[in-house]
């Protein structure tokens, strides 16, 4: 038996979300017609509900102290306890990350057939051993570099883990900036960037051609996305890696431009002139059950 302290931060299904908090007449109206937009909305809701009672379960059989949090996308304070344990996917463990800082995390796939786990090393299946051997410092870990933010000088987040999409606030319209990086500057126009540390290149920066960096890296990728050139010129600044120590500057030539942090719910607004400075943050994160890559 154990006194460890646990925060459990646990996602709210799509299902909980619109028809059990929002009683949403329409989404209630599309899962009674079976369409296919909310087709598996039930069975992941119910297989996140069983895999969220068993985390429970374990973690009272193992003696823990356990305070549930059900608003992943909520800060809360992590001090004092010994382990936070997410149940949901990638976006819930990205979410709750931001609040951790000296304290491992661990994360639970509570759905693996609807849900991605890519930093989830456990599920419904292995939970009590996962939680056991993690609850006693036997679980291997793997600390991830994480990105500091600042805008004008004034630091926004310590703690980006994935990547930060820069753009214009208006998908449709084109996001123009300066970017400074090892004393080379370029203007460009394009539809945004992309820019993270490693743990964040499997994602979205390869999609948009980036490179995978190894997991323990502690290197910034930038990767322009959708680059507008005008006939007779070249862009040079297009894939960057931003080594420790150093910094990747960009100015906004846009009035209504946004940042969005780890995902769509954390947003920073961006002012003209206002100067954004991308760099290695002092906070790495210690994730438990992964493995290098």
């Given at each position: 038996?154990?006194s ?23 989404a ?14 039930r ?12 985390v429970?379960?374990a ?103 994935n ?24 203007e ?38 959708e ?36 995902g ?13 400075t ?13 493995s290098?890559?």
């Amino acid at each position: 038996m154990t006194s460890a302290r646990i925060i459990l931060i646990a996602k709210r299904s799509a299902f909980a979300k619109h028809v059990e908090d929002a009683e949403d007449p329409r989404a209630r109206l599309l899962l009674k017609r079976r369409d296919p937009s909310v087709k598996h909305w039930r069975k992941a809701h119910d297989e996140h509900r069983r895999t969220l009672d068993a985390v429970q379960k374990a973690l009272k059989r193992l003696g823990a102290r356990t305070l549930v949090l059900r608003r992943p996308h909520a800060a809360f304070d992590a001090s004092g306890a010994d382990l936070v344990v997410t149940v949901g996917g990638d976006g819930t463990l990205l979410a709750a990350s931001h609040s951790v800082s000296d304290i491992p995390i661990l994360g639970v796939n509570s759905a693996p057939d609807h849900s991605i786990g890519f930093f989830c090393a456990a599920k419904r299946a292995n939970i009590e051993e996962m939680l056991d051997l993690a609850i006693r410092g036997r679980l291997k870990k793997v600390r991830l570099n994480r990105m500091r933010v600042a805008v004008n000088g004034r630091i926004r987040s310590r703690g980006v883990l994935n990547d930060v999409l820069f753009c214009h606030r208006s998908p449709a319209a084109t996001s123009r900036y300066i970017i400074e990086h090892r004393g080379r500057k370029e203007e460009q126009r394009s539809s945004g960037m992309w820019v993270g540390p490693a743990a964040g290149s499997t994602a979205a920066q390869k999609s948009a051609g980036g490179r995978v960096l190894p997991l323990g890296s502690k290197k910034i990728q930038l990767v322009v996305r959708e680059p507008y050139v005008p006939r007779g010129q070249t862009y040079k600044l297009m894939r960057i890696l931003v080594s420790p120590g150093e910094k990747l500057i960009v100015r906004s030539k846009m009035n209504d431009a946004l940042m969005f942090v780890d995902g769509p719910y954390k947003k920073i607004a961006v002012a003209l002139g206002d100067t954004i400075t991308f760099s290695n943050s002092d906070q790495p994160l210690t994730v438990l059950g992964l493995s290098r890559r």
